[in-house]
């Protein structure tokens, strides 16, 4: 897995990761953002999505069989990210934290909607 950081402020963007011949472009904590053909154009998608992307909904599949489910990041990091439940982050909204193990190993899927 490759970091993407900022060049002018070394702000960490997101990452690049090679699977089944195909390349990721991964959100900071591990959510997918996009595919691409080639290490560069997902690089490319991290630098230009990777950090407007966190202000986006999501789609949360949060194990085999769940229904997709639309959320909100609160919080976001390299070891993992917090969720509103729901289409607004709002007091009394119900929170889940994922942690990046979770996102790694499949169990969770969280992805741009």
């Known amino acids: 897995m490759i970091e993407i950081r900022r060049p002018d402020d070394d702000e960490l963007c997101g990452f690049v990761r090679e699977r089944d011949g195909r390349w990721e472009a991964l959100a900071v904590f591990g959510g997918l953002l996009d ?23 999501w789609l949360l599949v949060d194990g085999p069989g769940a229904d997709e489910q639309i959320v909100c990041i609160q919080e976001a990091s390299p070891e993992g990210v917090t ?5 607004y982050s709002m007091p009394g909204v119900p ?14 899927q969280l992805r741009r909607s």
């Open 35 to 57: 595919t691409a053909g080639s290490a560069e154009h997902a690089e490319r998608l991290v630098r230009d999505t990777g950090l407007a992307a966190l202000a986006e909904r």
């Open 83 to 87: 969720l509103a439940l729901d289409y």
């Open 95 to 108: 929170t889940l934290r994922v942690p990046r193990t979770r996102l790694d190993s499949g169990e969770v």
